[in-house]
């Protein structure tokens, strides 16, 4: 059974850091392309960062030079290291695993809330 379980989020100034852990169970997310989306109030779910199998990251624009996505195959986590945070980063945070054909499996964790505000 699959499970993605997220945490780490909080309320934080502007400017502040916070660390999203995505701890996983039932695969391996050295298998998966493993990612971070997040949904702001009355606006979709829009994709983070993701860190490929082999290790290659990439981000949305607007996250560039203040997140990292990284991974700890022993831990079997995913982590994403957010600083410099804005207002605009208040979100509820998703973590997500996929793999493609055969099996086209796409799981989903339950969320966090980062909040970001003085």
């Known amino acids: 059974q699959a499970q993605l379980v997220e945490s780490g989020g909080g309320l934080v100034q502007p400017g502040g850091s916070l660390r999203l852990s995505c701890a996983v169970s039932g695969f391996h997310v050295s298998n998966y392309f493993m990612s971070w989306y997040r949904q702001a109030p009355g606006k979709g779910r829009e994709l983070v960062a993701g860190?490929?199998?082999?290790?290659?990251?990439n981000y949305t624009d607007s996250v560039k030079g203040r997140f990292t996505i990284s991974r700890d195959n022993a831990k079997n986590t995913v982590y994403l290291q957010m600083n410099s945070l804005k207002p605009e980063d208040t979100a509820v945070y998703y973590c997500?695993?996929?793999?493609?054909?055969?099996?086209?499996?796409?799981?989903w964790g339950q969320g966090t809330q980062v909040t970001v505000s003085s």
């Open positions: 860190i490929a199998t082999v290790g290659t990251t």
């Open positions: 997500n695993a996929r793999r493609g054909w055969p099996l086209n499996h796409d799981y």
